[in-house]
């Protein structure tokens, strides 16, 4: 028996530092597909992190963990390398379903959140309202042809109308 492995009813043994999944038995929907790195070992629940930096940190018994195979953990760390670039106050976006009345509404970074989430509102204004706490997952940028094609547009004199 190995006197480094302190639970010794897993096979194979799991140390802190190891990649592991949530067997499905134990598994939330939210949890499948993740990949965890051990970073506690406490004495009923292990303290595991996501490695892709996306998502909080969780506990699960170590009965319900399952070491990740290569390919989860190959895909999981390409996740990673691809996530999306920071907002910054000031910086105008776009939010499909944000406004169900008007799909193609843009909208202004007033805040941004520790986790990638970000405060919008209106351009142009919304008698003070606004959206708190996006997640970045649902905002686009706006590209820059098309911010300078709506700025170009904004500063065209009304067009006259006949009376």
């Known amino acids: 028996m190995d006197p ?13 530092g190891d ?3 949530i067997a499905a038995t134990h598994a939330r929907r939210a949890d499948h597909g993740i990949v965890y790195e051990i970073t506690k070992e406490n004495p009923v629940n292990w303290g595991l992190t996501p490695i892709n ?10 009965q319900g963990l399952r070491r990740a195979t290569d390919k989860e953990i ?8 691809a996530r999306l670039p920071e907002l910054h106050r000031g910086q105008v976006v ?10 193609d509404t843009l909208w202004t970074v ?7 989430a970000v405060d919008v509102a209106r351009l142009g204004g919304d008698n003070g309202r606004f959206h708190r706490a996006v997640a970045r997952k ?5 590209p820059a042809p098309r911010l300078a094609a709506v700025l170009a547009a904004a500063q065209q ?4 109308s006949p009376q």
């Open 4 to 16: 480094t492995n302190r639970t010794p009813g897993i096979i194979p043994a799991l140390f802190v």
């Open 19 to 21: 990649l592991v999944c």
């Open 53 to 62: 930096g996306n998502g909080s940190p969780v506990r699960c018994p170590p």
């Open 74 to 81: 190959e895909a999981a760390r390409a996740a990673a390398g």
């Open 94 to 103: 776009t939010a499909p379903g944000l406004d169900r009345h008007v799909p």
């Open 110 to 116: 007033i805040r941004t959140h520790p986790g990638g």
């Open 138 to 142: 649902l905002l686009t940028e706006l």
């Open 157 to 160: 004199p009304p067009a006259s």
